[in-house]
């Protein structure tokens, strides 16, 4: 029987990309309308794996993925897709012509803020609206053509959709790129794609510091910085227990060990922080551009 993968949907949404790309047609491929509704399907059993947004090169981190894994689902990281983002501006077809005088614009938030500096210098002042996804926000349009709202998502939703691209490539900055995540209830769990090869192993932690010790970040880092282990990422979010209660999340390049991963795990512990494993899986990149259709 196919693997059922979950991703962010609707279709040709930038996660439904990562799905293709990694998992290619052999699976059966499910769309949920939030991350924490595909994040609950995979712990439930729904689906195999889910496919989520974690990180964006220009946005920072999809606080809403991380936010859920900790606080309400506690699922693995098995692996990681990279893929590169390129955000175009779109129109329903009868208004291509007319597209400089729409007063509302529709996409996710991170799309948006992908591009800034465009919006701030064409649109001055005009109304955001956020969708759950940019797939999402391009069905919207399609299915209003008596709105005067555009669309920011990828090619692929063009098509989808039957979106005209008045303007492409809108990100303010040509490096963009995000990062998804494959979730599974068991960190035993492994897909290779048949498609990709992993060009990275990575590790990561959520570390919590004991409250109120002076020098304990300096401590954290540098059980890491002596066993020579190299940090990729490291990010703070709040607990939720109140005003200045935070932990962090933390990247390694390397899957775990025998001897390094866990000896930095067992010196933290012994300083009094607590320390959950998020995950030890590998990375894959997407070196092609948006053009395969889904
Ligand atoms: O809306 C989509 O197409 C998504 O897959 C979500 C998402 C995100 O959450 O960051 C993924 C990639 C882009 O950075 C913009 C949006």
Same mark, same amino acid.
């Given at each position: 029987?196919?693997k059922?993968?979950?991703?962010?949907?609707? /279709?040709?949404?930038?996660?439904?990309?990562?799905?293709?790309?990694?998992?290619?047609?052999?699976?059966?491929?499910?769309?949920?309308t939030?991350? @924490?509704?595909?994040?609950?399907?995979v712990?439930?059993?729904?689906?195999?794996f889910?496919? !989520?947004?974690?990180?964006?090169?220009?946005?920072?981190?999809v606080?809403l993925?991380?936010d859920?894994?900790?606080?309400?689902?506690?699922l693995?990281? !098995?692996?990681?897709? !990279?893929?590169p983002?390129?955000?175009?501006?779109?129109?329903? @077809?009868?208004? $291509?012509?007319?597209?400089?005088?729409?007063? /509302?614009i529709?996409s996710?938030?991170?799309?948006i803020?992908?591009?800034h500096?465009?919006l701030h210098?064409?649109? =001055?002042?005009?109304t955001?609206?956020?969708?759950t996804?940019?797939?999402?926000?391009?069905?919207?349009?399609? =299915?209003? @053509?008596e709105?005067?709202?555009a669309?920011?998502?990828?090619?692929l939703?063009?098509k989808?959709?039957?979106?005209?691209?008045v303007k492409?490539?809108?990100?303010?900055?040509?490096?963009?790129?995000?990062?998804f995540?494959?979730l599974?209830?068991?960190?035993?769990?492994?897909?290779d794609? @048949?498609?990709l090869t992993?060009? $990275?192993e990575?590790?990561?932690?959520?570390?919590?510091l004991?409250s109120?010790?002076?020098?304990?970040l300096?401590?954290?880092?540098?059980?890491?910085?002596? /066993?020579k282990?190299?940090l990729?990422?490291?990010?703070? /979010?709040?607990?939720?227990?109140?005003?200045?209660?935070?932990?962090?999340i933390i990247?390694?390049?390397?899957?775990v060990?025998?001897i390094?991963?866990?000896g930095?795990?067992a010196?933290?512990e012994a300083l009094g922080?607590s !320390?959950?494993?998020?995950?030890?899986?590998?990375?894959y990149?997407i070196n092609q551009?948006?053009? =395969?259709?889904?």
């Amino acid at each position: 029987m196919s693997k059922r993968i979950g991703f962010l949907g609707p /279709r040709a949404t930038f996660t439904h990309f990562a799905v293709q790309s990694f998992f290619g047609d052999e699976v059966e491929q499910v769309p949920y309308t939030t991350i @924490p509704q595909c994040i609950d399907a995979v712990a439930d059993g729904e689906i195999d794996f889910a496919v !989520v947004p974690t990180e964006n090169a220009l946005e920072g981190s999809v606080n809403l993925t991380f936010d859920y894994l900790i606080h309400e689902q506690p699922l693995y990281i !098995v692996g990681e897709i !990279v893929s590169p983002i390129e955000q175009h501006f779109m129109v329903h @077809p009868s208004r $291509k012509n007319d597209w400089e005088n729409v007063t /509302r614009i529709y996409s996710h938030s991170h799309a948006i803020a992908q591009c800034h500096k465009f919006l701030h210098q064409t649109f =001055k002042g005009i109304t955001y609206d956020y969708a759950t996804s940019t797939g999402a926000a391009a069905s919207y349009v399609s =299915k209003h @053509p008596e709105e005067s709202v555009a669309a920011i998502a990828n090619n692929l939703a063009a098509k989808e959709y039957g979106l005209e691209i008045v303007k492409a490539n809108i990100h303010d900055y040509h490096y963009n790129h995000t990062r998804f995540a494959i979730l599974h209830p068991s960190n035993k769990a492994e897909y290779d794609s @048949p498609y990709l090869t992993p060009d $990275k192993e990575k590790t990561t932690l959520m570390v919590t510091l004991p409250s109120d010790q002076s020098g304990a970040l300096h401590q954290v880092l540098s059980a890491f910085t002596w /066993r020579k282990l190299n940090l990729s990422k490291i990010e703070s /979010r709040p607990m939720k227990t109140g005003l200045g209660n935070y932990f962090f999340i933390i990247d390694i390049d390397m899957i775990v060990d025998e001897i390094l991963i866990p000896g930095a795990i067992a010196e933290l512990e012994a300083l009094g922080c607590s !320390v959950k494993l998020l995950g030890s899986y590998e990375a894959y990149s997407i070196n092609q551009h948006i053009e =395969k259709e889904v």
